[in-house]
């Protein structure tokens, strides 16, 4: 297998310029869903490439992963054998597996939380919790139902629990009275559209995709970031266009992110969820970005993007490599 082997650990640096730019320069829409596709590419390759490790670096330990029938064989030592680089991958893998479990036990807490507090609160597609803290955010994942009380946001009702379309079916849009009182009603639409592109466009998945590549490598923490910030870009996007008022949504996101205390955990998304507000402000006071699905070759987004690719690729390609190798070794020299 050689060095190559290696080579998934080290090959998300080449993600970096990517995220860096993607978020600059692509719609984004586009950023998010590349940007996701690449650090679940990467981290999947990362952990094959620390399993790999495990077993090289164990196969002539006492209860080493392969199959029992190898105690009687040469296969332990005719196996490829790295004690130091296994010994490391194990303590890796572990610290990979505890801090997914972690991050899963968190989340299904929070989740819980949420759902929770939204006990005995009528059914709607907009709930709104009277509270001192400002918050808005979307909750994935429960039903909406019938049509209870209604907000007037510029001369048109939102009905919270309106029948809702098949996009946004199975979330509700959560805001305390106390980031509904720091809005005029032309920002409260803005809110509302702001969130139910979060709901419609699923982004609490590629922000639980990211969050969990980011805990099998920490290399892929740019690209978390980078995705973080794509989904709130994108759901601003789809704020101005459905109100047609960009500035508007500009002003409620400065409004809210001076109030907001954020979302009770990364990967729920929210209106003013921590991070480059100003960047997101200047961007909406900005012509709307051009929906290119993917950059020129000869520009500095497309090389970074080619790079990114080429890296992703090699990734695969190495992990594939090695495990296919480590596999007819261990067949040629044991009853695989």
């Not at 991050?103 to 709930?127: C, I, K, N, Q, W």
């Not at 892929?220 to 500035?247: H, I, K, N």
């Not at 520009?299 to 970074?304: D, E, F, K």
């Amino acid at each position: 297998m050689g060095v190559f082997v290696l080579l998934p650990l080290l090959l998300p640096l080449t993600a970096v310029p990517i995220a860096r730019l993607a978020e600059r320069h692509l719609h984004p829409r586009v950023a998010t869903r590349l940007l996701s596709a690449l650090a679940a590419v990467l981290a999947v390759c990362s952990t094959v490439c620390l399993g790999l490790l495990v077993v090289v670096g164990t196969v002539q330990l006492p209860g080493h992963p392969l199959p029992d029938a190898w105690a009687d064989r040469e296969a332990p030592t005719t196996a490829p054998y790295e004690e130091a680089a296994g010994k490391g991958a194990v303590v890796a893998l572990l610290a990979v597996a505890v801090s997914w479990s972690t991050s899963a036990r968190r989340h299904r807490r929070v989740r819980r939380r949420a759902e929770d507090a939204l006990a005995g609160v009528p059914d709607g597609e907009l709930t709104v919790l009277t509270d001192e803290a400002a918050y808005a955010y979307a909750l994935p994942g429960v039903r909406s139902g019938s049509a209870l009380r209604t907000w007037f946001t510029g001369g048109r009702a939102v009905r919270e629990g309106a029948p809702v379309r098949d996009a946004m079916s199975g979330g509700r849009i959560v805001v305390s009275t106390a980031m509904l009182a720091c809005l005029d009603a032309d920002e409260r639409a803005a809110l509302v559209a702001h969130e139910r592109a979060h709901l419609a466009g699923h982004h609490h998945r590629y922000l639980l995709l990211v969050r969990f590549a980011a805990r099998a490598n920490p290399l892929l923490m740019p690209l978390r970031s980078a995705v973080a910030y794509a989904t709130e870009r994108w759901a601003d996007e789809e704020a101005a266009r459905v109100t047609g008022e960009r500035r508007v949504v500009a002003r409620a996101i400065g409004k809210a992110a001076l109030v907001s205390r954020g979302t009770p955990t990364p990967t729920l998304a929210g209106f003013a969820a921590p991070g480059p507000v100003p960047r997101r402000v200047a961007a909406l006071l900005e012509p709307a970005p051009s929906a290119v699905r993917w950059p020129p070759v000869f520009t500095a987004v497309g090389l970074a993007a080619w790079a990114a690719a080429a890296g992703t690729l090699g990734s695969a390609l190495s992990s594939a490599n090695a495990t296919v190798t480590l596999l007819l070794v261990l067949k040629a020299a044991g009853p695989l």
